[in-house]
Every structure is written in C-alpha cells, then in structure tokens.
Nanobody, 114 residues
C-alpha cells in the first residue's frame, strides 16, 4: 500500500511562485517520482520527473521556470514553480513509480490569476 500526499497548492498572481511538496508513505523507495497536471477539459500531462539517481525531465512548457527535486527523506519530492502563468492553472498530481507500478496522489489545485 502506497499513499502519496501533496501540499502547497493555492492561488497566486501571474509572475508569482509556489512550491509543491509530496510525501509518499511506502516501505520501499520509489524509483522515480514526478508531477503531472490536468487543466479543465484537457488530458493529464507530464510536468517533471526525477529518478533516484537524480536525472530530471521537464515538459518544454515549464523548462527554465520549474525545478523538481527530491528531499533528504525517502520518497519526498518537491516542485518549485517560478514565473507562473495563467496557463499553469491546473490540478497538480504527484506520481511515484516502483518496478512498473504507478501510484498517484489526490491532487492539489494551483490557480494563477489576478
């Protein structure tokens, strides 16, 4: 049983910053963790991923603005979001992978608006 819990979403003005956090409760270390997002009427899309070894991957739309990192504690991941745009508005989901099994958090709302 794996439970992922996100926090840090909210309302921010364009150009602002937010930091999302995710902690996965599991007896094993997840191979990769990441963030996906889903805007109203759109499919869920990858935002950023990071493996236990450190390599990262970002969607083109967030490169240079978002930074993903893993915490010192096992199974924690963060997403630092800078220069936020209205098009970043979505529900952000934490994701974890372990030997092909996928685990998802419940999602946290990020709204970028004046």
């Amino acid at each position: 049983q794996v439970q992922l819990v996100e926090s840090g979403g909210g309302l921010v003005q364009p150009g602002g910053s937010l930091r999302l956090s995710c902690e996965a409760v599991a007896i094993f270390t997840l191979n990769a963790m990441g963030w996906y997002r889903q805007a109203p009427g759109k499919q869920r899309e990858l935002v950023a991923t990071i493996t236990t070894g450190g390599p990262t991957n970002y969607a083109d739309s967030v490169k240079g603005r978002f930074t993903i990192s893993r915490g010192n504690a096992k199974n924690t991941v963060y997403l630092q979001m800078e220069s936020l745009k209205p098009e970043d508005t979505a529900v952000y989901y934490c994701h974890g992978d372990w030997v092909g099994f996928n685990y998802w958090g419940q999602g946290t709302q990020v709204t970028v608006s004046t």
